[in-house]
């Protein structure tokens, strides 16, 4: 009925030298078969104490038995008090595991949850864990943060395609569960081919990779990155869009010049000239300080812009330039305000102020999650043991290595929460998250706006109206530090160990882009979502989380600190600061 284990890096068999995946027969002879899983599956008793004497009696039968066994655990024991289910299961061998069907009830997953807790308290090994995947099920994003041996999948999970070949009727589900890439055993009437073609989509992606958040301010980015971005084709699109909507509502003026602030490799230049605006009618000036860039800038001028591009290298906040009509600037970071955008563009917040600005405004947003590979960031020790770079896989969360079943047997332990925050948690990561769920939804966190002379009421030509001359002498226009206070509320009773963030920006007029949204069009894929770590807490059903994030900034840094049940993270910007 089953095929042995399929994994990453091997194929099914059936022989006994290697894993196999058998139903319990009383008359089978297993002595001889060391690689094998052999699947216990009882009939549901209401009495869960029944159910595990049988259990340990079928164990029993085989105690000199060194394969691997499945217990199919039936979901309707689940009801069981938690104290009596722990007490039944942490007698099962380090051999055993525990198969549960997944299903769209929570309390399945919220009762395994509360045995592994106890199991962390009494300092007992936790059971060990395998799934049965049989259906389409929404509770995949809980069931995934799990530890985790192996999937099986069920029979009545298959469909037949118009090849009338046997494939998965819901194959997003077990992509979306298997992000560990854990051993998967097959019905044998599954096409192989199609499930080597699945697989490899899990394999060829990067999950849960920690990053260290760019400062292109002061580090200059390396062609490589900047050729990376432009591969976002929704990105240059969009601020396409915007431009062309821009120079739309220019078009009055005798003649428009266009800044592009921080331009990188051209790109964005690229795509203004697209336009196919009269040249006569327009002017275009970029500044850019990064020396990796202008060599590919000034051949690209010669060769492809035919020198209507001039060019300067240096700090947009110290280059001379002349009076603008549209500023382009290409500064977001993933949390929209993490890369100084709004330090670097303060100058046009004065007297130079343009008359329109892309993009116009971007907005930060927050939501509370846990996932997997915070636990692993227990201690700076820990995330010193490898180099934090873009360009390199620096997971810290690995997948079970399918050719060392055995030692995957061993009980996991969980780090209990220090009364010292380890310098690891106290510092945003950037993270594309795959293996974690998430406990409400995103809210807002902060915006900035680079207005647009109309609505402080300029006129065409840009001069300044008297109430806003004065004011101007009194103070800055605008100041970029930040403060807010987010709630949120838990459905389900869980663990949260961080918050994840997002930016969304409009650019101009109707013209967005995004990180996450409904609109495909507008999400961009050349930027990672933020992550701030908290340390690991346990929520309650229906709880209230308070998350108290601020943005500081002097004269020479920036920093955000965050505050998570009464601890401070990031004070002062001791761990992370952003550098002007």
Request: aromatic share 12%.
């Amino acid at each position: 009925m089953y095929y042995g284990l399929y994994t990453h890096s091997s194929t099914p068999v059936n022989l006994p030298s290697g894993y196999q995946f058998l139903l319990y027969q009383d008359h089978y002879e297993i002595n001889n078969l060391d690689n094998t899983i052999i699947l216990i599956s009882i009939p549901s008793y209401v009495n869960v104490v029944d159910f595990f004497e049988k259990v340990y009696k079928k164990l029993d039968n085989y105690n000199t038995f060194h394969g691997y066994f499945t217990i199919e655990f039936p979901n309707k024991l689940w009801v069981t008090p938690t104290e009596v289910l722990f007490n039944l299961l942490r007698k099962l061998p380090s051999n055993v595991s525990v198969l549960v069907t997944l299903t769209n009830d929570t309390s399945v997953w919220t009762k395994w949850r509360a045995i592994k807790e106890t199991c962390q308290k009494t300092q007992s090994p936790c059971p060990n864990l395998a799934l049965l995947f049989s259906s389409d099920i929404n509770l995949v994003k809980y069931w995934r943060t799990e530890s985790f041996l192996f999937i099986v999948i069920a029979p009545e999970s298959l469909t037949t395609n118009q090849k009338n070949l046997r494939i998965l009727s819901h194959p997003q589900s077990l992509l979306e569960l298997n992000v560990q890439q854990a051993p998967l055993i097959l019905p044998t009437d599954l096409n192989l081919a199609y499930i080597k073609w699945l697989t490899k989509l899990t394999s060829s992606l990067t999950y849960d990779l920690l990053i260290d958040p760019l400062q292109p301010l002061t580090h200059d980015l390396s062609q490589d990155i900047y050729h990376q971005f432009e591969k976002d084709e929704n990105k240059y699109n969009q601020y396409q869009a915007a431009m062309d909507l821009a120079m739309e509502d220019l078009s009055s003026l005798p003649r428009i010049v266009v800044l592009f602030v921080g331009p990188g490799l051209g790109k964005l230049i690229d795509k203004f000239f697209q336009l196919e605006w009269d040249p006569e009618k327009v002017s275009v000036y970029a500044v850019e300080k990064n020396i990796n860039c202008m060599e590919v800038l000034n051949k690209k001028n010669s060769l492809v812009w035919n020198g209507k591009v001039i060019l300067s290298e240096g700090d947009i906040r110290e280059v001379e330039i002349p009076n603008v009509h549209l500023v382009v600037s290409e500064l977001l970071g993933s949390f929209g305000d993490n890369e100084l955008c709004p330090e670097i563009l303060a100058r046009f917040e004065t007297k130079s102020r343009p008359l329109i600005m892309i993009p116009s405004s971007y907005a930060s947003y927050l939501q509370p999650v846990y996932s997997k590979v915070l636990t692993k960031l227990d201690s700076s020790e820990e995330l010193s043991k490898f180099q934090m770079d873009p360009g390199q896989d620096n997971s810290l969360s690995s997948g079970i290595a399918s050719e060392n079943l055995p030692d995957l047997l061993k009980a996991s332990s969980v780090q209990s929460r220090s009364p010292i925050i380890p310098s690891s948690l106290q510092r945003p990561y950037l993270c594309k998250l795959v293996n974690y769920y998430d406990l409400d939804e995103f809210k807002k966190v902060w915006e900035f706006e680079h207005l647009s002379t109309e609505s402080v009421g300029f006129s065409l030509d840009g001069s300044l109206p008297p109430t806003y001359k004065k004011a101007l002498e009194i103070q800055p226009l605008v100041s970029t530090s930040r403060t807010n206070t987010l709630r949120f509320i838990s459905l389900i009773g869980c663990c949260i160990n961080g918050f994840y963030g997002y930016f969304s920006s409009n650019l101009y007029g109707h013209v967005n882009i995004t990180l996450i949204g409904e609109h495909s069009h507008e999400i961009c894929d050349s930027w990672y979502p933020i992550l701030f770590p908290v340390q690991e807490e346990r929520v309650e059903a229906y709880s209230e989380i308070e998350f108290l994030i601020t943005r500081k900034v002097t004269k020479d840094k920036v920093w955000y600190e965050w505050d998570f049940r009464g601890q401070k993270y990031n004070a002062n910007g001791a761990y992370y600061q952003m550098d002007l």
